[in-house]
């Protein structure tokens, strides 16, 4: 039996799951940390074996830390960027529509 030990973000729910860590002083660091900051708690578990263990860190890498490609086309961001450009072009014709926004100061346009 391998005994590992992680930590659980009490205030950030949708936090991802943090990797287990099985050697000191890696433990006792967690354990401080959530002694000390009243925001996380040390989950302890038991894995049957080290093949337990590493299959289950593995699956919280590959699913919440690995590095996604930047080239991957990404449906959301496109929709995003579309209306965040369009959210720009409508605020600078409002501000040139109003010239009383302006300040004194600054007549140069945005």
Do not use: G
């Not at 965040?84 to 109003?98: A, F, G, M, S, T």
Request: glycine fraction near 0%.
């Amino acid at each position: 039996m391998i005994h590992a030990y992680r930590l659980i973000y009490l205030k950030s729910p949708h936090a991802p799951p943090t990797l287990w860590e099985w050697e000191q002083p890696w433990i006792h660091h967690l354990i401080v940390n959530a002694r000390s900051f009243n925001t996380t708690r040390a989950e302890q578990r038991y894995f049957l074996d080290w093949d337990a263990l590493a299959a289950e860190n593995s699956c919280i890498w590959e699913e919440h830390y690995r590095s996604r490609p930047l080239y991957d086309p990404i449906e959301t961001w496109e929709k995003w960027l579309a209306e965040h450009r369009q959210i720009i072009l409508d605020v600078q014709e409002l501000y040139e529509e109003n010239p009383e926004w302006r300040s004194p100061e600054s007549t140069r346009p945005l």
